[in-house]
């Protein structure tokens, strides 16, 4: 009887990777905070997206296409050919666009917090200053010249700030996002408008409705229901 060979452990690089949606960002970061505490802005905010992110991996195709009894190399090599299209054609734009939500929205954040934060150093500067009228009335001048800086720094936040509405950024640039995370599932499932094209009629269909989202054009209600 023959002895069965040893059994090896997995290597690092066959372990699935966790990988959390592009538009929640990095959950690891804030996971054991309290849940109000995870939504503060990020004070070392990323410079640019994570060009290696993907709305789904590579490696997932062949374990959902084997949970489904759809184990077959035809369709499995034609979901990657879907995929590597998308991911030139479309993740690029939704990368762009999903990051420049996140940095609008920090940045809001930022602000909201930032006058928070004076507004609370002015309260204690007026505490300050009316415990020092009645005790140490020499401290009055220096209190007030704190109040003064408090209120320029106050002015000068407000008005760089009303330079870029960063609400509105946010909310434009997360609907197209939205909108190009839909077109991504509706072309690679391949229901309307993308079910009854032939693969170039499909990929020149893609290619335009994407420029045209990333532009800020989004279909009609009359154009999804053709």
């Known amino acids: 009887m023959s002895e069965k060979p040893p059994q090896q452990k997995p290597s690092e690089s066959a372990k699935p990777v966790k990988q959390d949606f592009a538009s929640m960002g990095r959950?690891?970061?804030?996971?054991?905070?309290?849940a109000w505490a995870q939504f503060l802005p990020l004070f070392n905010f990323p410079d640019s997206p994570n060009y290696n992110f993907s709305l789904i991996l590579r490696d997932w195709i062949p374990e959902i296409l084997q949970k489904h009894g759809l184990n077959n190399p035809q369709i499995q090599n034609s979901i990657l050919e879907d995929l590597d299209f998308l991911d030139y054609e479309?993740?690029?734009?939704?990368?762009?666009?999903?990051?420049?939500?996140?940095?609008?929205?920090?940045?809001?954040?930022?602000?909201?917090?930032?006058?928070?934060?004076?507004?609370?150093?002015?309260?204690?500067?007026?505490?300050?200053?009316?415990?020092?009228?009645?005790?140490?009335?020499?401290?009055?001048?220096?209190?007030?010249?704190?109040?003064?800086?408090?209120?320029?720094?106050?002015?000068?936040?407000?008005?760089?700030?009303?330079?870029?509405?960063?609400?509105?950024?946010?909310?434009?640039?997360?609907?197209?996002?939205?909108?190009?995370?839909?077109?991504?599932?509706?072309?690679?499932?391949?229901?309307?408008?993308?079910?009854?094209?032939?693969?170039v009629e499909r990929r020149s269909l893609l290619s335009l409705r994407a420029a045209e989202i990333n532009r800020g054009t989004f279909p009609t209600v009359e154009e999804e229901t053709k």
């Open 27 to 34: 959950r690891s970061r804030r996971s054991r905070w309290p």
């Open 90 to 199: 479309l993740q690029r734009l939704f990368r762009e666009r999903d990051f420049a939500a996140k940095r609008s929205q920090n940045d809001n954040r930022m602000a909201q917090v930032l006058f928070m934060f004076l507004a609370m150093i002015a309260t204690l500067i007026g505490s300050l200053q009316a415990l020092a009228l009645t005790g140490n009335p020499e401290w009055m001048p220096y209190f007030a010249f704190a109040e003064t800086l408090v209120a320029l720094l106050t002015t000068y936040i407000a008005t760089t700030r009303g330079r870029k509405d960063h609400g509105q950024s946010w909310y434009s640039n997360r609907a197209r996002a939205e909108f190009l995370r839909r077109e991504f599932f509706r072309y690679l499932m391949r229901i309307d408008p993308y079910s009854a094209l032939s693969p």
